[in-house]
């Protein structure tokens, strides 16, 4: 049975808000999700945001630790593993350059090594995947504003599984990936400071009110 992936329209908005926030630079980030119970669904709960520019190890690292910790934190606070580290996003800064990037697939390689040998996570038994947004149907999207995304044609994100080389380079059929009836928030078009912040933007706070403010988890000052 093909794996179905659905994105809500929480996560959906927030990488559209990422690369809207960035719009001349590369942006990545990590999905966090679960696999339905007895069904062939991986459910995208979540993301974090976290670089603008091209990832660093180290960074990578950190991003990574911190995410662990907020599914913990949030799973013993629902009281179940319904959360985990899934994959990652991403989107080129090359307009017309529409395949995962190199640094993407390293990092898919990294995640996937990780939830394999992660034998107490419930993860471990789903498999990563990774997400492209796609520029151009991205800048089509914009043009029609507020129109609803509530069909499977008209999202603007590609997704990824792992093929027979262990690259995430095998794209899911448009019909196996589902957005749950979204739409980019019309404050968008209207705020140039947009208040999203990043794992990057994080690190670059120089006191501790910006940390304060620049919270990259939870985003919470972004109504969606």
Request: aromatic fraction near 8%; include cysteine; charge should be negative.
């Amino acid at each position: 049975m093909e794996t179905i992936v659905e994105i809500s329209s929480k996560c959906y908005n927030k990488i559209i808000l990422h690369a809207l926030k960035n719009p001349t630079s590369q942006i990545h980030g990590i999905l966090l999700g679960k696999s339905v119970d007895g069904t062939p669904i991986i459910s995208i709960e979540d993301i974090l945001p976290v670089f603008h520019s091209a990832p660093t190890k180290p960074i990578i690292d950190m991003s990574f630790r911190l995410a662990d910790n907020h599914c913990e934190a949030k799973n013993r606070e629902d009281g179940n593993n319904s959360i985990n580290i899934i994959g990652w996003y991403s989107a080129n800064e090359k307009f017309d350059y529409g395949n995962p990037s190199q640094v993407s697939l390293r990092v898919m390689s990294f995640i996937g090594s990780k939830l394999i040998q992660d034998d107490d996570d419930l993860s471990g038994s789903v498999e990563p995947i990774l997400i492209l947004l796609n520029n151009s149907k991205l800048e089509e999207q914009l043009r029609k504003k507020e129109e609803k995304i509530d069909s499977i044609s008209h999202h603007a994100l590609q997704v990824y599984g792992r093929d027979n080389r262990n690259n995430w380079l095998r794209p899911f059929l448009q019909e196996h990936v589902v957005v749950v009836k979204s739409s980019i928030p019309a404050t968008v078009y209207e705020n140039d400071s947009l208040e999203f912040f990043d794992f990057e933007d994080h690190l670059d706070s120089s006191n501790k009110e910006e940390i304060k403010k620049r919270d990259w988890i939870l985003n919470s000052a972004v109504d969606i």
